[in-house]
């Protein structure tokens, strides 16, 4: 029924843990990069995000944000996505993200966005 309450793996072994669904469909939770991800300076993250009522739609569109905890740097990543249920009831979630980082003036805001 793509809920999106649990704990998520990404192919790059990134985890997203969602506590459940409130009455309004917002969720939070936290998000722990993988190894892959190559920042050995990321900490545990919160996320805070919102899905679609699946009393209304079965494969949910999703959103949520990540602040992340760093040690020495500002980064948000909003991630934009859906729900799918497969014919053997398997949840998959695909998603597109962005990355944020803080520009130190307005001439660098060109490459603050991945």
Not at 29 to 37: D, E, I, K, S, T
Not at 61 to 84: E, K, M, P
Not at 88 to 100: D, I, K, M, S, V
């Amino acid at each position: 029924q793509c809920l999106l309450s649990g704990s998520w793996r990404s192919d790059t072994s990134c985890r997203m843990v969602v506590s459940t669904l409130d009455k309004d469909n917002r969720f939070s939770g936290f998000y722990l990069p993988g190894p892959a991800a190559g920042y050995s300076e990321l900490l545990t993250s919160p996320l805070e995000g919102s899905q679609q009522d699946t009393g209304l739609v079965s494969q949910p569109i999703f959103s949520f944000t990540v602040n992340w905890r760093l040690r020495d740097a500002a980064r948000t990543t909003v991630f934009l996505g859906q729900c799918y249920v497969d014919t053997n009831g398997e949840e998959t979630l695909h998603a597109l993200w962005l990355l944020r980082e803080a520009a130190d003036s307005p001439a660098e805001d060109w490459k603050a966005t991945r």
